[in-house]
Every structure is written in structure tokens, then in C-alpha cells.
């Protein structure tokens, strides 16, 4: 059923770390999709980016195999809802290639996702150490 | 034919001009891509269910961008698709919030419920 020890599964996100258990790996999937944006927003924010450099970024950070697709959906949704700028580079091959931004609503978007992800942390934590 | 027909109901002059842009564009695209950006394609008719002539162009032309750049630097499909194409497909699609055909029955349910029981935040 597994792909390997340490290969996840993970439908499109396909996340290796060997650290984690296999078993985890659907339930990483899921989790993921909830937080996806706000990691994105985040890399963002810390200086334009093409599509491209921001794949790379999530592999950096230990998301290793995250679809490129997967971010550029992303990347079109957090467009389409106005939260970064996108500037349109001519590319010597290939369409123009895109770089992001964040603009105000996408900073104001990355607070909120940081507090909902603390206030989230924060009482799972909890559970985990009441050993519910 | 199914597009020409389309094409006789979408809109304005300038959308149907869009539309052979984009379609061009795909049509354009170099094996293995070309295949599989009509494959997408052919799933967002059933799955996205947008209705609205402008929505579906920007989701068509950044579909065309997507594998565009691909070809241009020959990344693999499966790099871009991952293991999963249903789960990339679904991914893309609800990226774009235009009008859905089901948009109608959402409200009809809202609706609904709201006369049978006020008090909810729709």
C-alpha cells in the first residue's frame, strides 16, 4: 500500500519526509489543503517570488514533492481573491512568467491565518499533553 | 462541433475571440502536454460547472500559461500533475469562485432551511 518506508502518498502533495509515519499520510493530505494557502502567503511575504522559486521554497522547508501544479492553483486562488499583486515578466521562451507579491489584503490574510494557526496549535497541544 | 456550438451561445464578440485565443493555444501545445491539457480541459466542463463566460476564460488562459511554461521548459507532467490528476484537477478548478450552475440550488437550500427554522448565518 505504502510506496516505501519513508515515501508518503499523499495524492498530489506526495510529502516524503522520513521522519514522519507512514501512516500519517492521508491525514498529513487533508491538513495540509487547510494550510497550503497560508505557507504560500507566507513565503510571499517575505519577498516577491515567481511560481517557480516559491516550489522550490516548500521543498526547502521540507515539503519536499508538492505538485508545481498544486502551487499554481493555489497561487491562481490567492490571485483570483486579491490577495497578492501579480507583475507579468516577458520570458525569452514560454508565456510571460509571473511574479507574486503580497499586497494589503494578503497581509491582513497572513495575520489572521497566524493567529488561527496559533489558536489551533495551542488547544490541540493542550489535548495532546491532558493525554485525551 | 460541440465548440462551435457553444460558441454560438457564449457571450460577447471579444469572449468568442478569447476563446479561439485560448483554444489555439492548447491545440498548439507539443506531446505529451497537448494531450493532457485536453484531458483537464474535457474534466472541468463536468466537474467545475462554471457558468459565467468570464471565469471560464481566465481559468482557460491560466490553464494555457500553466502548460505553456511546461513545455517551454520541458517539465515532466507528473512534476506538475503529482500522483493524483482528479485531486490536481478539483484543486485548480476551486481556485476560481465564478458562477456555478449550482449556485441556484445553494440559495433554493439556504432557502429553505432558513423558513423552516430562522436564526442562520446564510
Do not use: C
Not at chain 1, 515539503?63 to 516577458?90: C, N, S
Not at chain 2, 468568442?16 to 483537464?40: H, M, S, W
Amino acid at each position: 500500500m505504502w510506496g516505501g518506508p519513508s515515501t508518503l502518498r499523499l495524492s498530489q502533495y506526495s510529502v516524503r519526509l522520513s521522519s514522519w509515519e507512514p501512516t500519517l499520510g492521508k491525514q498529513m493530505t487533508e491538513m495540509l489543503k487547510g494550510t497550503l494557502e497560508g505557507i504560500v502567503l507566507a513565503i510571499v511575504s517575505a519577498r516577491p517570488a515567481y511560481g517557480y522559486e516559491i516550489t522550490a521554497s516548500l521543498r526547502e522547508q521540507g515539503f519536499a514533492d508538492i505538485a508545481e501544479g498544486t502551487v499554481y492553483a493555489l497561487l491562481v486562488r490567492v490571485e483570483q481573491r486579491g490577495l497578492v499583486d501579480v507583475e507579468k515578466v516577458p520570458s525569452e521562451k514560454g508565456p510571460p512568467r509571473k511574479v507574486y507579491s503580497l499586497n494589503d489584503a494578503g497581509r491582513e490574510q497572513l495575520e489572521e491565518f497566524w493567529r488561527t494557526w496559533s489558536f489551533l496549535a495551542e488547544r490541540i497541544d493542550r489535548l495532546h499533553e491532558g493525554g485525551a | 462541433m460541440a465548440a462551435k456550438w457553444i460558441e454560438l451561445f457564449t457571450g460577447s464578440l471579444d469572449q468568442k475571440r478569447r476563446y479561439r485565443q485560448n483554444k489555439a493555444r492548447i491545440d498548439a501545445l507539443p506531446e505529451p502536454y497537448g494531450t493532457v491539457a485536453k484531458a483537464f480541459q474535457r474534466y472541468f466542463v463536468y466537474y467545475g460547472g462554471v457558468v459565467d463566460g468570464e471565469t471560464a476564460l481566465t481559468m482557460m488562459g491560466d490553464f494555457a500559461d500553466l502548460w505553456e511554461r511546461a513545455a517551454a521548459d520541458g517539465t515532466p507532467v507528473r512534476i506538475i500533475v503529482g500522483d493524483d490528476p482528479v485531486e490536481f484537477a478539483e484543486t485548480f478548478a476551486q481556485a476560481y469562485t465564478g458562477k456555478q450552475w449550482i449556485d441556484k440550488e445553494r440559495a433554493r437550500l439556504v432557502k429553505a432551511i432558513e423558513d423552516a427554522a430562522p436564526g442562520g448565518a446564510g
